[in-house]
């Protein structure tokens, strides 16, 4: 059964600081891997989708990698700022022909002014 | 611009109770999902279609049904409300399986 796991569940960082999100899943034959942004109270919102032949993808300051061999993802924040202040999940879709999306279960992240 | 709404934002009911739920898409997205967030669970799948007439049970489905007679509604019905069921309820709506899924704000559904 795929599970999906993202460490750490929480993280504060100063402002303008780079940093790294993870993400791990137990079985590497994945379709996809999506990462999203939740902000309290709402719903989620998505931030990259990287097909499983892709490495990476790459939107303004945001960068994410796969390594499905390893099974694991990354989220790298570039100059974070207050505003980026969220929780960030990853989710990976099975390689069968369902639409089905395995979530994490989150990294709440702070960016400190 | 096209957006997914659902309604209401929050309810209270009682145990016992038939609830329904709504979603509304208006992005033309043949795929819909309804899925419920809890603490400790991480978002987890209930229904999901394909299009009109076509619904599918998901992960946590027991309690739970869904209609669908056109393309941009798929409403979620709790048949007989249980305390369990209190959670936070999010519709999701993709035009394929390689476009991301877009989510509504979701419900916050409380059950006394």
């Known amino acids: 059964k795929q599970e999906v796991t993202q460490i750490p569940a929480a993280l504060s960082v100063p402002e303008g600081e780079n940093l790294v999100l993870n993400c791990s899943f137990t079985d590497s034959a994945i379709y996809n891997l999506q990462w999203f942004r939740q902000d309290p109270g709402k719903g989620l919102t998505s931030l990259l989708l990287i097909q499983s032949s892709q490495r990476e993808q790459t939107s303004g300051r945001l960068n994410a990698s796969l390594d499905k061999s390893s099974g694991r993802s990354t989220l790298y924040i570039a100059a974070s700022q207050p505003g980026d202040s969220a929780t960030y999940l990853c989710a990976v879709s099975r390689p069968d022909s369902s639409y089905k999306l395995i979530f994490g279960s989150g990294t709440r992240l702070l960016v400190r002014p | 611009d096209a957006e997914i709404t659902q309604s209401p934002r929050h309810k209270i009911t009682e145990t016992g109770r038939q609830v329904t739920l709504a979603c509304h898409q208006t992005w033309n997205h043949n795929n819909m999902f309804w899925y419920r967030q809890d603490l400790g669970h991480g978002l987890r799948l209930i229904h999901y279609s394909y299009g009109v007439q076509d619904t599918n049970k998901g992960e946590v489905s027991d309690g739970y049904s869904v209609s669908r007679s056109n393309t941009e509604d798929l409403p979620l019905t709790l048949e007989s409300a249980a305390s369990s069921q209190t959670s936070v309820y999010f519709c999701?709506?993709?035009?394929?399986?390689?476009?991301?899924?877009?989510f509504g704000d979701g419900t916050r559904l409380s059950i006394l």
């Open positions: 999701a709506s993709s035009a394929g399986r390689d476009q991301p899924q877009h």
